[in-house]
Nanobody
Framework: QVRLVESGGGLVQAGGSLTLSCAGS????????MAWFRQAPEKEREFVAF????????WYGDFVEGRFTISRDNAKNTLYLQMKSLKPEDTALYYC???????????????WGQGTQVTVSS
């Protein structure tokens, strides 16, 4: 059974940092484009970042503005999202996705985790 499990979310003050992790199991994701998405209450799901299988190329949503870094460790079957300079508007449930599709992986994913909550206080 394919599973993705996110961790690392929490409550942080504005300007702070968090690192999210997404551990995959059930198959190797080393050949999978992977992505992070987020969804705030009463808002649509939003693309955050995408990384190709080798990890050499990444794309980000426009709102990121250099504050987030997506990375992966294929040996550990794990995806990461380092977030800094967090803002209250970054508050959302953050999901990782495997086998991401669409333009630069922004369209969605075949496999999803359950999400990890990030709350940024002002």
């Amino acid at each position: 059974q394919v599973r993705l499990v996110e961790s690392g979310g929490g409550l942080v003050q504005a300007g702070g940092s968090l690192t999210l992790s997404c551990a995959g199991s059930g198959r190797t994701f080393s050949n999978s484009g992977m992505a992070w998405f987020r969804q705030a209450p009463e808002k649509e799901r939003e693309f955050v970042a995408f990384i190709i299988p080798s990890g050499n190329t990444t794309w980000y949503g426009d709102f990121v503005e250099g504050r987030f870094t997506i990375s992966r460790d294929n040996a550990k079957n794990t995806l990461y999202l380092q977030m800094k300079s967090l803002k209250p508007e970054d508050t959302a449930l953050y999901y990782c996705g495997a086998d991401a599709y669409g333009l630069h992986g922004s369209g969605g994913a075949r496999y999803w985790g359950q999400g990890t909550q990030v709350t940024v206080s002002s």
